[in-house]
């Protein structure tokens, strides 16, 4: 069973654009949903996460918007650049010390 | 910020022999350390939960014997691929937990194992 469900897959955005990469899980005792960035080669990099208590959480271009009704969470990157592409994975855990469980990755690339 | 350091960041070794792979916290102390495996164009899967002095946790499906883990200390825990196959060619990515600085999962730099 996956626990953490991402869309899509891959994803085309014209530079300037507005990236929006959506998530679903399964578990309501996940309290920790990260998003993470990877280039190829590198290990992921911690962009920004969220707790079930806040509905939204921006930081730079990045944001996160979370709908605890719906099991459902998206990351939005506004002004998306070349130097944007890469790929993104959300993910989930019940505590700060537990495992991590992925979701399967969204490869963005950005026209320049 | 905080660091993982991981290496080595390739390797490439013939069929049979071990490989080791280190995971260092930098500038903070990890009781926790998770061991993840990815293939190409896949998402990360974890392997075990390495703890600080004492046994590893291993992921269902993971065998123990194959990848032995040890987390001798608080900034080190290592992975070795033990009797490596070309099956077990694959990146290695390890993470550790800065508690003091807050909810932050730093990922080391991954390590790309190539078996012949």
């Known amino acids: 069973q996956q626990q953490v469900k991402q869309s899509p897959q891959s994803l085309i955005v014209q530079k300037g654009g507005i990236s929006i990469i959506n998530c679903a899980y399964e578990?309501?005792?996940?309290?920790?949903f990260p998003w993470y960035q990877q280039f190829p080669g590198k290990g992921p990099a911690l962009l920004i996460a969220i707790r079930p208590d806040v509905s939204e959480k921006k930081e730079g271009r990045f944001t996160i918007s979370f709908n605890k009704s719906a099991k459902q969470f998206s990351l939005h990157i506004m002004d998306s650049q070349p130097g944007d592409s890469a790929t993104y994975f959300c993910?989930?855990?019940?505590?700060?010390?537990?495992?991590?469980?992925f979701g399967k990755g969204t490869r963005l690339h950005i026209l320049p | 910020g905080a660091v993982v350091s991981q290496h080595p960041s390739r390797v490439i070794c013939k069929s049979g022999t071990s490989v080791k792979i280190e995971c260092r916290s930098l500038?903070?102390?990890?009781?926790?350390m998770f061991w993840y495996r990815q293939f190409p164009k896949q998402s990360l899967m974890l392997m075990a939960t390495?703890?600080?002095?004492?046994?590893?946790?291993?992921e269902q499906g993971v065998e123990k014997d194959k990848f032995l883990i040890n987390h001798a200390s608080l900034t080190l825990s290592t992975l070795t691929v033990t009797s490596a196959h070309p099956e077990d060619s694959s990146f290695y990515i390890c993470?550790?937990?800065?508690?003091?600085?807050?909810?932050?999962?730093?990922f080391g730099s991954g390590t790309q194992l190539s078996v012949l």
């Open positions: 993910a989930a855990s019940m505590n700060r010390d537990d495992k991590i469980i």
């Open positions: 578990n309501t005792a996940f309290d920790y």
């Open positions: 993470s550790a937990v800065d508690w003091v600085r807050g909810e932050k999962l730093f």
């Open positions: 500038d903070f102390q990890a009781t926790t």
């Open positions: 390495s703890n600080e002095g004492s046994k590893a946790t291993y």
